[in-house]
């Protein structure tokens, strides 16, 4: 059942990515609507794989590489869903979702055997501390793709080439406005992942922090949102200057998930 679940998710997306690269050739309505259509399925079917997953494993299924990154896929559509639907903008499907689609086909070089659970692991806070970070990274995510629409946009207005892409993406007010929504709406659930993971690592090992690699760059994360946040708020931070710093800070958030698993050890290794 999971690789079916898994396989017909893959399926999806992969057909949703088609339609909406194919939306941003043609804006045609039939396809916008046609992409939301495909991702709504996708993410109804990722969901089961993922609570499926769930019922079979007996704890929060984001334990190892190839679950973690297929609820950070997850959590991308989500988030992606919960925003196009807000500001109408079909176009950001054609960013967004091919970074969904790719973090997922990422997952299939790990292996998705399900393992007994650490010792460590076997705790409430698990489904908190890692649900609350993956979801504040889908956010920077979409902030991310929202950022380097913003880019083409603002270069395509710096250089008076007002072709055809620039009809097609949102206005760079919009597209600053979604960045900075998507910052506010993320940068509070990794503040409380962290928080949360401090709380849980006294439980486990006896210390609230212990500068593990994966603490440091977590907080080297908080720290450069943190900085955007207040940028935009003290100073005014807006335009190109917000959106390579969002940029930066999505670069470091892989980093952190991916670049600290695979490259250093620790307590939070794990793949």
């Known amino acids: 059942m999971n690789a079916l679940l898994f396989s017909s998710t893959l399926v999806v997306y992969v057909a949703a990515t088609v339609v909406y690269l194919s939306y941003l050739v043609k804006p045609r309505d039939v396809l916008g ?3 939301q259509g495909l991702v709504a399925v996708g993410f109804l079917v990722h969901l089961g794989f993922t609570l499926n997953r769930y019922l079979v494993a007996g704890h929060t299924p984001i334990t190892n590489l190839h679950e973690s990154l297929s609820f950070f896929s997850l959590a991308i559509v989500g988030t992606f869903i919960i925003f196009e639907r807000r500001y109408r903008a079909a176009i950001l499907g054609s960013f967004i979702i091919p970074l969904a689609l790719l973090i997922l086909v990422l997952s299939i070089g790990f292996s998705n055997g399900i393992m007994p659970l650490n010792p460590a692991l076997k705790s409430k806070w698990l489904f908190v501390h890692t649900v609350m970070a993956f979801l504040g990274y889908a956010a920077f995510a979409v902030s991310f793709a929202v950022s380097i629409m913003y880019l083409i946009q603002s270069h395509f207005l710096k250089k008076r080439r007002l072709g055809s892409l620039f009809q097609k993406l949102p206005p760079l007010d919009i597209l600053d406005e979604i960045s900075y929504r998507c910052l506010t709406f993320g940068f509070p659930l990794l503040t409380f992942a962290i928080i949360s993971g401090a709380i849980w690592a006294e439980t486990a090992w006896g210390t609230y922090w212990s500068w593990d690699p994966k603490e440091t760059w977590s907080l080297i994360t908080w720290f ?31 980093f952190t998930f991916l670049g600290v698993n695979l490259l250093m050890s620790g307590l939070h290794s794990y793949r």
């Open 224 to 254: 450069i949102y943190a900085a955007l946040l207040h940028g935009r708020l003290t100073t005014g931070w807006r335009g190109r200057k917000a959106a390579w710093l969002s940029i930066l800070g999505f670069v470091i958030v892989l």
């Open 33 to 35: 609507r046609v992409g």
